[in-house]
């Protein structure tokens, strides 16, 4: 965001964003972060901010593209 506008905050206001993935790097970014992680949560967006959840959310994506989702208990499953 300290690059200048647009920036991604802009975007989420415009509707342009639906979900954001936002790795944090270090102290240097951390009011970057901190702006687009509210608003985002203000506007209804989803925000992962590990790699490992970004990884779960793309397998879970994938997933969905492949077809419908059953949905089993898990006292079923065992």
């Given at each position: 965001?300290?690059?200048?506008?647009?920036?991604?905050?802009?975007?989420?206001?415009?509707?342009?964003?639906?979900?954001?993935i936002?790795?944090?790097?270090?102290r240097?970014t951390?009011y970057?972060?901190?702006?687009?992680?509210?608003?985002?949560?203000?506007?209804?967006?989803?925000?992962?901010?590990?790699?490992?959840?970004?990884?779960?959310a793309?397998?879970g994506?994938?997933?969905?593209?492949?077809g419908?989702?059953?949905?089993?208990?898990?006292?079923?499953?065992?």
């Open positions: 965001m300290h690059e200048g506008r647009p920036h991604i905050v802009d975007l989420m206001e415009n509707g342009e964003v639906q979900l954001v936002n790795t944090p790097l270090g240097q951390e970057d972060e901190k702006a687009i992680r509210e608003r985002a949560v203000a506007l209804g967006i989803p925000v992962i901010t590990t790699v490992a959840g970004a990884i779960a793309v397998s994506m994938e997933a969905l593209r492949r419908a989702l059953d949905v089993t208990a898990l006292q079923e499953a065992l």
